[in-house]
């Protein structure tokens, strides 16, 4: 993974809840394998320590350009192995990780029950000790708390130096609020960052996202926010490099072995193909195919064998960089280094190509052009228009909060709609539960490395009912390293969620935390302006006429969602259409008030005012049907 240059030392404000770890890392950057040798670093979600791995590896690389400096988490690391192994690349794997001058390994933690990948990390530390050679590492806990963890790897932690981060006080928080502010070019009235920097927050992700929303609001009031906005704000809140070539020494003796056959004759075509053996021996190709010419006495056409291979090679780069760029774990396969298996390798691009089936794209139907504006959901709204201006850059991510039928849905389409006309931005729009779906069926096909390959290549994900991940704990880990991998290459992220994701049982403290970190927006039920403008869209009329009083009625209605006021219309539009009349406020207090009364006269309601199945089991409360005696007034409401 390439280091990111906003996460630098520059950008990492220091307070005594990470001083000690940041002296250590910088001392680490400068000189390289001299001192804390592994460095591990630890501390909770989203205080900084992957920001300052990062930042090791830019120090380090900006005083010293020809440092090997090798960055990726663990689940990277262990993919890496395992593509490695099954292209029988073993020791091309060890090579390249021990030859590196710093390594620098995220996500420690992902050790619990690998014991495999345990030894094969003990191993490394070791090597790369022996050679002076620097490792840090980072987890979200101590050594000694990562469960089943080989003791003498906690052995070789201790024998370099532990450093925690801890919890940013009140100075320190205020100070990253102060410059993320000013980096956004965004001005408080005074003492509106110290209120906020007075909230007690986990960490550095969760106070970034209540900056964030501060923005957010001040960006659609008409005045600038105060004290007592930030205090009913905090009320609201819940709480490569590539792989070395073959053994030195069977190389040097190769090559000797082609010297002397080349010095022992004159002949022209046998030292072409010496040179041609040499020159692609040495770019690790098998070159099985011209040493059989090099054996014969006087082989026909040895210049066309030459130029043949030399073609194929050619292909075999082409095919290697274009799966590359499909799918990196299989670009190390051994294929792609041995031109008579040239077919194999053309048929496994093709298998590549055949598994990236496009990700779902948002409803063409559901745009900004299309969605109504109140004071329910104008900070989401603005947050939204923001996001399409500046993808990847503000809001990310964005998570849009609030009960069903609010138009989180849609806002959240229109957003992908928008992003859509930008050139080049590849965009997946799919529920949680396709997002489950795909994987089982992935997994069940044994296909989940074609299925990660297409998110990782879009340029804007956006997940809707995301709390529908609770609980299920394989969707939860592939969508937080899916989520560090696009957050890390500038992709935008977009969610919907019915709850404050600190609110949600079952959803892992990891990924509420990077949820936080972004805007949280919510969507409340429709205020009065609101309603007012989906009547006047959705009313019949004549011609573009419509009744104020049935406007003003409709707006007075109470409803707590956007779903509701529609169902509301609707029936108004069937009763004028069945009756051939005009809607209006009389005949909409005859449909919505009196057959409510003759309801209750004639049949119990559910108190849940959900209609029980057949089978008794309740529906799902965003797929029902309401109740009606006629069937012009009956409803089938649609998602918004």
């Known amino acids: 993974m390439e280091l990111n240059r906003q996460f630098s030392f520059?950008?990492?404000?220091?307070?005594?809840?990470?001083?000690?770890?940041?002296?250590?890392?910088?001392?680490?950057?400068?000189?390289?394998?001299?001192?804390?040798?592994?460095?591990?670093?630890?501390?909770?979600t989203g205080l900084g320590k992957t920001h300052l791995l990062m930042a090791v590896g830019l120090l380090a690389k900006d005083l010293n350009p020809d440092l090997n400096v090798e960055y990726l988490t663990l689940e990277e690391f262990v993919e890496a192995f395992h593509a490695a192994v099954a292209a029988g690349q073993s020791e091309a794997f060890r090579k390249r990780f021990s030859e590196a001058g710093l390594l620098l390994i995220d996500d420690v933690q992902f050790l619990t029950h690998r014991r495999e990948m345990q030894s094969e990390l003990l191993r490394l530390i070791k090597e790369l000790q022996a050679s002076n050679r620097q490792i840090v590492l980072a987890s979200d806990r101590p050594p000694a708390e990562i469960q089943n963890l080989d003791e003498r790897l906690i052995a070789g932690f201790a024998g370099g130096l532990i450093v925690d981060i801890g919890k940013p006080e009140f100075e320190t928080r205020l100070a990253i609020l102060r410059r993320r502010a000013q980096e956004r070019c965004v001005s408080f009235e005074p003492g509106v960052l110290e209120a906020l920097a007075e909230a007690e927050v986990a960490n550095v992700r969760e106070l970034i996202g209540l900056l964030n929303r501060l923005i957010a609001l001040q960006a659609v009031s008409d005045s600038p926010l105060g004290t007592e906005d930030v205090r009913e704000l905090l009320g609201d809140r819940v709480r490569a490099a590539e792989p070395?070539?073959?053994?030195?020494?069977?190389?040097?003796?190769?090559?000797?072995h082609i010297s002397a056959a080349v010095s022992q004759t004159v002949e022209a075509w046998r030292k072409r193909?010496?040179?041609?053996i040499l020159r692609w021996e040495a770019e690790g190709y098998k070159t099985a195919r011209l040493e059989a010419l090099l054996a014969e006495e006087a082989p026909l056409g040895a210049d066309q064998a030459i130029e043949r291979f030399e073609r194929d090679v050619a292909r075999l780069k082409e095919i290697e960089s274009e799966v590359t760029a499909l799918d990196r774990l299989a670009a190390g396969n051994a294929v792609f280094r041995d031109p008579d298996r040239l077919e194999e390798a053309e048929e496994l691009l093709k298998?590549?190509?055949?598994?990236?089936?496009?990700?779902?794209?948002?409803?063409?139907l559901w745009t900004f052009a299309e969605y109504l504006a109140g004071e329910c959901n104008k900070v989401a709204l603005g947050a939204a228009r923001a996001v399409c201006e500046a993808p990847g850059e503000r809001y990310n991510p964005l998570v849009l909060v609030g009960p069903a039928g609010v138009g989180k849905t849609h806002l959240m389409h229109a957003i992908g709609n928008a992003l859509l006309t930008l050139p080049g931005c590849?965009?997946?729009?799919?529920?949680?539960?396709?997002?489950?779906?795909?994987?089982?069926?992935a997994t069940e096909q044994n296909r989940v490395e074609a299925w990660r390959m297409r998110f990782r290549r879009v340029r804007a994900l956006l997940m809707d009912d995301v709390h529908l991940l609770a609980g299920k704990d394989r969707s939860q880990e592939e969508l937080f390293h899916l989520f560090n991998l696009l957050a890390g290459s500038g992709a935008q992220l977009v969610f919907t969620i019915n709850r404050p994701p600190a609110e949600v049982p079952g959803l892992d403290d990891r990924l509420v935390s990077r949820l936080e970190g972004g805007l949280v927006a919510s969507l409340g039920a429709p205020d009065r302006e609101l309603k007012a403008a989906l009547a006047r869209r959705h009313l019949k009329g004549p011609g573009s006429k419509i009744d104020d009083d049935l406007v003003d009625y409709l707006a007075s209605r109470p409803a707590d969602s956007v779903r509701a006021v529609l169902g509301m219309i609707q029936r108004v539009n069937s009763a004028a259409e069945a009756r051939g009349v005009e809607p209006t406020?009389?005949?909409?207090?005859?449909?919505?008030?009196?057959?409510?009364?003759?309801?209750r006269a004639t049949r119990p309601v559910p108190a849940s005012g959900i209609l029980a199945s057949p089978t008794s089991a309740v529906r799902s409360r965003e797929k029902f049907v309401w109740y009606w005696p006629d069937v012009a007034g009956r409803a089938i409401e649609e998602s918004f």
């Open 10 to 44: 520059d950008s990492f404000l220091v307070g005594p809840n990470n001083r000690l770890a940041v002296t250590a890392a910088r001392t680490v950057a400068e000189a390289p394998g001299s001192a804390y040798n592994p460095l591990f670093i630890y501390s909770a």
């Open 244 to 256: 070395a070539a073959a053994v030195r020494d069977e190389f040097s003796q190769f090559v000797s």
């Open 273 to 276: 193909l010496g040179e041609a």
């Open 351 to 364: 298998k590549i190509r055949e598994g990236l089936v496009p990700l779902p794209q948002p409803a063409p």
């Open 426 to 441: 590849e965009i997946g729009c799919l529920s949680a539960q396709e997002f489950v779906d795909d994987l089982v069926e």
């Open 585 to 599: 406020a009389a005949l909409a207090r005859e449909v919505l008030e009196g057959e409510i009364a003759r309801m």
